[in-house]
Every structure is written in C-alpha cells, then in structure tokens.
Nanobody, 124 residues
Framework: QVQLIESGGGLAQTGGSLTLSCAAS????????MAWFRQGPGGKVREIVA?????????YYADSVKGRFTISRDNAKNTVYLQMNGLKPEDTAIYYC????????????????WGQGTQVTVSA
C-alpha cells in the first residue's frame, strides 16, 4: 500500500512559479510510476499533467504544460516533484499526485493510489 501526501500548492501570479511535492510512504516507491493530475474548477475528469517512470526516468507531459512544467523524482527520499514555471490562469486546479505499478498511463482511473490534492490558484 502506498500513501501519498502533496504539499506546495498556493496562490501565484501569472508568469510565476510554484513547486509541488509528493511524499510517498512504503518501501516500494521505486517500483511505481508517479504522475501528477489536475482537476480544474467544475472539471469532471482529472487530466494528466505529467508522469515519470521509476527505472529509466522517462517523462511524459501534457501538451498544455510542455516547456513550463518539470516532473522529477528522488527515490532516496520517496518524493516526486512538479516544478511549475510560467503559470497561467488556466493552470488553476486541484493537483493530485498518483501512483501505479506496471505501464505508464494517462488515464486517471488506472491509478489506484492518490494523494488528497493541493490547490493551485493563478491570478491574472
């Protein structure tokens, strides 16, 4: 079982930066694919923002955040990060950390482990 706790959300201005962190419990963190999803105001579906594999460190980014966001992980600290630069008002959402074993996926319901979410608000 993996427990995930996000931190680092808050309020930023357009063009600003925030860094989200997700601390994972359990000794099998290295085996999991880690991802960040977000759910915007009124959003019904959690959309994937970025994902990172465990062994090779291969990363995936949604087109909407490419060049602005960076996902990374520190397996020694059981932590995954999301560095967000060049923030836009449309980035306003609740950001969730998620984990799964097996193949990388962009579909939220294929991730069995979730954090509680952290709010990111970007003012115009």
């Amino acid at each position: 079982q993996v427990q995930l706790i996000e931190s680092g959300g808050g309020l930023a201005q357009t063009g600003g930066s925030l860094t989200l962190s997700c601390a994972a419990s359990g000794r099998t963190f290295n085996n999991y694919i880690m991802a960040w999803f977000r759910q915007g105001p009124g959003g019904k579906v959690r959309e994937i923002v970025a994902a990172i594999t465990s062994s090779t460190g291969d990363v995936y980014y949604a087109d909407s955040v490419k060049g602005r966001f960076t996902i990374s992980r520190d397996n020694a600290k059981n932590t995954v990060y999301l560095q967000m630069n060049g923030l836009k008002p449309e980035d306003t959402a609740i950001y969730y950390c998620a984990a799964k074993a097996g193949l990388r996926s962009g579909i939220w319901y294929e991730y069995p482990h979730w954090g509680q979410g952290t709010q990111v608000t970007v003012s115009a």
